[in-house]
């Protein structure tokens, strides 16, 4: 069973950063591509950013040239490092998971929220 565990999120002054990590318990870490998504108040969840097995990345418009992911499958996990943080950055940011074989996220963590004042 995989399970997906979130940390490093909280408040920060607009400009600001953080890094959120996301833990993977199971194995096979390095076959699973994985991706940050948010979800702010009454908006529908949106893709932040991914990163392949193989390690090649995507980022959303809204946070190219500030987001960062990466991977350590070692540790089995992956890192959003969010800098220069804007107030349309405040949602719940959660991590997923999915076999590269595979179209869709199937395995999602518990969220963690962002809230960037302004």
């Known amino acids: 069973q995989v399970q997906l565990v979130e940390s490093g999120g909280g408040l920060v002054q607009a400009g600001g950063s953080l890094r959120l990590s996301c833990a993977l318990s199971g194995r096979s870490f390095s076959s699973y591509s994985m991706g940050w998504f948010r979800q702010a108040p009454g908006k529908e969840r949106e893709l932040v950013a991914t990163i392949s097995s193989a390690g090649s990345t995507y980022y959303a418009d809204s946070v190219k040239g500030r987001f960062t992911i990466s991977r350590d499958n070692a540790k089995k996990t992956v890192y959003l490092q969010m800098n220069s943080l804007k107030s349309e950055d405040t949602a719940v940011y959660s991590c997923?998971?999915?076999?590269?074989?595979?179209?869709?996220?199937?395995?999602w963590g518990q969220g963690t929220q962002v809230t960037v004042s302004s």
């Open positions: 997923a998971a999915r076999r590269s074989s595979l179209l869709f996220y199937n395995y």
